[in-house]
């Protein structure tokens, strides 16, 4: 499986992204996707997945602001991130496996990056 990630950009505090994660090579709807993100000089941290039955886990700060979502028709995981903090600025990575985890390390394929800067 092959993951891009697009959608990241420079934003003002308090504002919204979309961003996506797009699969070819397989299908993608039998897969889990996660979200991780990594700040310069922070361990990559997970951010939110979806499972094969679109069952969605956040991490408790990202609660409530980030939505994570899948089109299978389009092979398609979003992550949808509203009220942006400064504090959100990481490069964003998709990453696909069978079964959402918390380890990063256990996760199969991963896209490239994508950063999201936000400055207030």
């Known amino acids: 499986v092959l993951l891009e990630e697009s959608g990241g950009g420079l934003v003002q505090a308090g504002a919204s992204l979309r961003l996506s994660c797009a699969a070819s090579?397989?299908?993608?709807?039998?897969?889990?996707v996660a979200w991780f993100r990594q700040a310069p000089g922070k361990e990559r941290e997970g951010v939110s997945c979806i499972t094969a039955t679109n069952v969605t886990f956040y991490t408790d700060s990202m609660k409530g602001r980030f939505t994570i979502s899948r089109d299978s028709a389009k092979n398609t995981v979003y992550l949808q991130m509203d009220n942006l903090k400064p504090e959100d600025t990481a490069v964003y990575y998709c990453?696909?496996?069978?079964?959402?985890?918390?380890?990063?390390?256990?996760?199969?394929?991963w896209g490239q990056g994508t950063q999201v800067t936000v400055f207030s």
């Open positions: 090579g397989r299908t993608f709807s039998s897969f889990a």
């Open positions: 990453a696909a496996d069978t079964i959402c985890k918390r380890d990063p390390s256990n996760f199969h394929y």
